[in-house]
Nanobody, 124 residues
Framework: QVQLVESGGGLVQAGGSLRLSCAAS????????MGWFRQAPGKEREFVAA????????YYADAVQGRFLISRDNAKNALYLQMNSLKPEDQAVYYC?????????????????WGQGTQVTVSS
């Protein structure tokens, strides 16, 4: 059974930084692309960043390009999201997700397993 557990969320002032982590178990981590999505109250879940199984390619939403960095450590079965220069509009629940194959997807349907989410709150 695949399990994804996010951590690292919290309260931060605008302009600050946070690093989210996602611990994965249940299948060979390096065989699957991974992604981060977020969902703010009253809004649909949206793509944030994605990375291929071998970490060779990464993709970002325009809203976070240049501020967020996705990475993975396949030896530790771990996914990360370094978030810098946070803005109030980045406030949301952040979810990590495991793709259906080794490629990175920017769409919701490209993922088959999801974590429970971690809250990121950005104060202005």
């Amino acid at each position: 059974q695949v399990q994804l557990v996010e951590s690292g969320g919290g309260l931060v002032q605008a302009g600050g930084s946070l690093r989210l982590s996602c611990a994965a178990s249940g299948r060979t981590f390096s065989n699957y692309g991974m992604g981060w999505f977020r969902q703010a109250p009253g809004k649909e879940r949206e793509f944030v960043a994605a990375i291929t199984g071998n970490g060779g390619s990464v993709y970002y939403a325009d809203a976070v390009q240049g501020r967020f960095l996705i990475s993975r450590d396949n030896a530790k079965n771990a996914l990360y999201l370094q978030m810098n220069s946070l803005k109030p509009e980045d406030q949301a629940v952040y979810y990590c997700a495991s793709a259906r194959n080794r490629f990175a997807s920017t769409i919701y349907s490209g993922y088959e397993y999801w974590g429970q989410g971690t809250q990121v709150t950005v104060s202005s």
